[in-house]
């Protein structure tokens, strides 16, 4: 099973977020089984958009609108091939230390805890697996990024997908 995960897309009203994507990430998204975001889609077309690329699963996030505010949770849980993967957008408010993150996941009971709110990727393995996309289109000071993971029962292997213009280039990560 593929997913991509993204978070912090921030794409105001009257914006389209294909427009804003590389296409490289694009082809990625539309061949995942499963998208995750991490909420501040900003805007209601962003999150249609993205809906119309596959099976999307969301949170809402501190900046959407009221519209996504009512229509999303705060958090989800989905099972993948036996993994539990806990989606949040705030879990903390810094990122020196994880352990806020680390308790939200436990708290959920989950395996893999995907929070957004930061606009650069983490990832960080311990007794769970900590994952942040970045942000695709708004990173601020990283490079536009998402995470691309393909889960086989019970096995997380992931990367981080780095795209500058039309190029994504790929850094991996394994967790078992």
Do not use: W
């Not at 809402?60 to 993948?80: F, K, N, Q, S, Y």
């Not at 957004?116 to 942040?132: A, C, N, R």
């Amino acid at each position: 099973m593929k997913l991509v995960v993204l978070s912090d897309t921030h794409i105001k009203k009257g914006q389209s977020l294909l427009t804003h994507l590389p296409q490289d990430l694009i082809s990625i998204i539309k061949s995942s089984d499963v998208i995750i975001h991490a909420g501040d889609f900003e805007s209601l077309r962003c999150y249609n958009e993205l809906r119309g690329l596959g099976k999307l699963v969301a949170v809402h996030g501190d900046t959407d609108v009221p519209e996504l505010m009512r229509l999303l949770p705060e958090r989800a849980v989905i099972e993948v091939e036996g993994v539990r993967i806990g989606i949040i957008h705030k879990g903390q408010l810094a990122t020196e230390s994880t352990d806020g993150l680390r308790y939200l996941a436990k708290e959920m009971d989950v395996d893999v805890l995907v929070f957004g709110h930061f606009h650069h990727p983490i990832v960080e393995k311990t007794d769970v697996l900590l994952l942040s996309p970045g942000s695709a289109t708004v990173p601020g000071i990283a490079e536009p990024s998402a995470i691309e993971l393909e889960i086989i029962k019970n096995t997380v292997k992931g990367r981080i997908i780095r795209c500058t213009g039309e190029v994504c280039s790929y850094f991996e990560y394994e967790r078992q």
